[in-house]
């Protein structure tokens, strides 16, 4: 795919979207980061369902600090691996309160020494906490990279790397939500709703859905 097909691709991404935003609810960069956590093989409408309940409750790091283990995971129980999570996110608090002034780093090494946070939440939260112009590359942008051939790879990391090379820099702040909505909604897993895409006439997947 070449430079001038790419442009006109985000150019109709934001076209549609001109203010994309993550689908998941906080008001602060901390309560990003403790939803990024929980959204791991969980969808954000199960943690913004539990996050409506917690967040007022506690938010921030020496409030769910104070809950507990055991106090977290009556929040966060109908979300996939709550256990594990509540550890990581208890963890992940004290980190917070002893090494960082109850703030959330905005760096990605710091962000990614806290328990639960990988490459991919730290990219997250640098993007949309921080206005980094990184790439978060989730399920659905691997999919959407590599089936329409925006940037092609064989694993998170090469995806990763060619979309942060090969995006128009103008695009690439946005690029993360316009991809991933564009994956959870059109470009879906099975069946690709081909037929209603703003961008089939674009895309080089050869195996097009041609119905609505």
């Not at 509540?86 to 962000?111: F, M, Q, T, Y």
């Not at 990184?134 to 089936?147: E, K, L, Q």
């Not at 940037?151 to 690029?175: H, M, N, S």
Request: aromatic residues 6%.
């Amino acid at each position: 795919m070449n430079k001038l097909k790419r442009t006109e691709i985000f150019t109709r991404l934001r076209n549609e979207n001109p203010n994309p935003e993550t689908e998941l609810e906080y008001s602060s960069p901390f309560e990003l980061l403790v939803a990024v956590v929980l959204s791991a093989q969980a969808t954000d409408v199960s943690v913004n369902k539990a996050m409506r309940k917690l967040f007022p409750v506690a938010n921030t790091p020496e409030a769910i600090y104070a809950l507990g283990e055991e106090g977290l995971k009556e929040y966060i129980k109908t979300i996939g691996l709550f256990n594990t999570k509540a550890k990581n996110v208890i963890k992940l608090c004290k980190s917070l309160i002893d090494l960082h002034g109850s703030e959330v780093p905005d760096d990605r090494k710091a962000l990614e020494a806290l328990a639960g946070v990988g490459r991919k939440t730290a990219n997250v939260v640098l993007n949309t906490a921080f206005g980094h112009p990184v790439m978060a590359v989730d399920t659905h942008i691997f999919r959407v990279s590599n089936r329409t051939k925006i940037a092609p790879g064989k694993t998170v990391d090469e995806v990763e790397q060619r979309l942060v090379r090969l995006i128009p820099k103008e695009f690439l702040l946005d690029a993360h939500h316009w991809l991933i909505l564009h994956g959870r909604y059109t470009c879906v897993a099975r069946k690709p709703k081909c037929g209603s895409c703003i961008i089939e006439d674009l895309c080089e997947y050869k195996d097009k859905v041609e119905i609505d």
